[in-house]
């Protein structure tokens, strides 16, 4: 089996920064890509930024230049830096994990979600 825990989430004022860790662990072989999804109240749950295996990164435009995602490849584990943060980034986070696993276990894996909130 394979897990998917985030942390890091909290309550931040507008124009401050948080950052999101996600770290995924059980019979992982690969993973080819991490990313980051959040939903806010009342709306569906979009892409924030996701990295590949290979390096590449790719961000939601209303995090362009504000959000950086990374990852430490040896402790399967990817980061979410957030800077300038804004009311409207008020969301619940997920990590998400494509993994390649022993066991018939590989697939897309998902985090339980941490609560960001940044107030005006």
């Known amino acids: 089996q394979v897990q998917v825990v985030e942390s890091g989430g909290g309550l931040v004022q507008a124009g401050g920064s948080l950052r999101l860790s996600c770290a995924a662990s059980?019979?992982?072989?690969?993973?080819?890509?991490m990313g980051w999804y959040r939903r806010a109240p009342g709306k569906q749950r979009e892409l924030v930024a996701v990295?590949?295996?290979?390096?590449?990164?790719n961000y939601a435009d209303s995090v362009k230049g504000r959000f950086a995602i990374s990852r430490d490849g040896v402790k399967n584990t990817v980061f979410l830096q957030m800077n300038s943060l804004k009311p409207e980034d008020t969301a619940v986070y997920y990590c998400?994990?494509?993994?390649?696993?022993?066991?018939?276990?590989?697939?897309?894996?998902w985090g339980q979600g941490t609560q960001v909130t940044v107030s005006s």
């Open positions: 990295l590949t295996s290979g390096g590449s990164a």
């Open positions: 059980g019979s992982i072989v690969s993973i080819n890509a």
């Open positions: 998400s994990a494509a993994v390649i696993a022993t066991m018939s276990a590989s697939g897309d894996y």
